[in-house]
Structure formats: structure tokens, C-alpha cells
């Protein structure tokens, strides 16, 4: 597993396993922008897939196979790699701020695994740990992106795509792929921004300074807080931890896996909070600028808000 808008060139296939949904997207050519050759979005039975960094997250294995399976049947295709998204609540997200980089690969990696060792709510021998370099300090000092899942929930979804044909290649977080969408698209570059992510089953929140994550959290539907509260603890945080002094450039909105038309994780609804909470104007992430469709795809709202993850991941390569 490793954040996409850091890693290397996906497969032209990616798949998005969600607790609603299994969705896919294909790629006709990469290039700038990119060509979407078809979509499909797969319902699953409430229970199938069950985010969840200690427990098994998937209830009903054959029935998760056969939705990746009819997923890619859509699609026209059978990849012998893909794109693998995965709910961000299944792993673990952490910023590591080291203040002396080692120079040798070992001695970051051990280091790394011996910070998110004290927080991790698994045995690190039993999880697949990831990282990537974030923001750079004048100092020497420098940031990483560190995300950590426990390896045979991974293979859970893995599972799935090896039983409908095809390998998982690229393991991301859905939160990962839609960054990466943002980055494709140009908006921002510059400045401090907040991105909310709201999807069926939890919601996510990232800062990101330019092009480098700063700060990461994810909340499940469901718990008392609402994601506005998050939002609000975020921006408090921003200003007292984070020298957001001068203030969030923008904050973006973005929804991803099947449309909802009301209840408190509706987009509009979430929009309408976070607005009343921060006092700022949101805007929504358009993806449309990413990649273009062929004639016959007609992108509307909400295929769009179904895919806007798989977007990113896939957009990384026509940026490389």
C-alpha cells in the first residue's frame, strides 16, 4: 500500500472496493488529459465489506469476488494488473517528522517503523507499512507520510481481485487516489488547503501545504461527532500546530462512491456545515478537468462522484 500521488505510474485498470460499492474506471490512453474507455459501478449488500483496522473486513468473500468480477466484465476488460483502492479506515495514516534524516535506506526505514510502532494498534511484524518523503524543513529535517494495514486485511481485498482474475499491482487509500485527482487537475499548488472527502461510511480530512500532506484524519459514519465537528478541531489545530497563520488558501470539497441525496454525510449538507463552522466559501472538486470521456460517456454529477478516486489513481500516469 502507498499514497498514490507519490508513487509510481499505475496500471491503466483501477478498482475501488468501498462499503457500498465496488466501482471501476479504464483508461482508453493516458496523456494530458487522460481517456476514460468505460466505467461500472457494482452495489454490495450491507455487511459485504466492513472497514476496520483490527478485524476482518470482509464478511461474504465470494460475494465481494463476483462484484469485482461483474465490475470488470462491465468494463469490457480482464487486466492482469490493477489499480486496488481501499477504504481509508482500513489502514492507518500517520505524519513522522524526524529531524535528522539518516542517510543509509535501512536506517530511515527502521526509524520510520520505530515512530509509528508506539501508535499502531496492531503488532508491526503483522502489518504492511508503507511511507513516502513529505515536506522538507530548512533545517534538514523532513516530514513522512507513513500508512500502515494489517497485512492479512489487505490481502482480504486483494483476495478479491485475484478470485475475479486479475492481481492488485497498486494498493492505495481512497482518500490517496482522490489527492492525486486534485494534484492531476493543477488546483492548488500553492498555499495551505483542506480537503474534506465524504463517503458512504466515514469521512476524511487532509491539510496539505502545496503538494505535501500535513496533516490526515479519518472519522466513521456513525460515532457521535459529526464530520463538521472534525472539521472545526481541524482548523483549531491548523492555526495552533501547524503555523496557519496566514490562513487555508481554499478548502475543497469531494465526495466519492455512490451519490446521497440527504442525511448528514450528504455532500450538500456537510457543505452547508463546514461553511457555517469556518465562515469560508467551500468549493467542490470538479474531476472533469482530469481525464475526458469518449463520446459515448456522458460524465455527470454522479458517475463522477462515484469514480473521482479511481480518477487520481489512474491520472498519476499521465503525469508521469
Known sequence: MSPSFLSQAAPSVAVEIGPAAVSGLALARHGRPGLVAGHAVEPLAPGVVSPSLTSSNVSDPGALARAVAAVLDRLGTRPRFVSLIVPDNAAK??????EKVPSRADDLDQLIRWHVRKAAPFRLEDAQVTWSPGAAFPDGGREYLVALARRDIVREYEAACEAA???????????????NAVL??????????????????YGSIGILRGRDLIFFRNRAEGTDETLADLVHQTAMYYEDRL???????????AASGPARADGPWALDVVRRQVEERLRVKTQTFDPAGVVRFTDRIAPDR?????VTPLLGVLARGARE
Not at 93 to 98: A, N
Not at 166 to 171: F, I, P, R, S, Y
Not at 243 to 253: D, H, I, S
Open 243 to 253: 503555523g496557519g497563520t496566514a490562513g487555508l488558501a481554499r478548502v475543497l470539497l
Open 302 to 306: 454522479d458517475l463522477l462522484q462515484a
Open 93 to 98: 495514516v500517520s505524519i513522522v517528522r524526524l
Open 184 to 201: 492531476a487537475s493543477g488546483l492548488p499548488e500553492q498555499g495551505d488547503w483542506l480537503l474534506v472527502h465524504v463517503t458512504p461510511g
Open 165 to 179: 482474475g486479475t492481481v492488485a499491482g497498486v494498493v492505495d487509500l481512497a482518500t490517496f487516489g482522490l489527492v
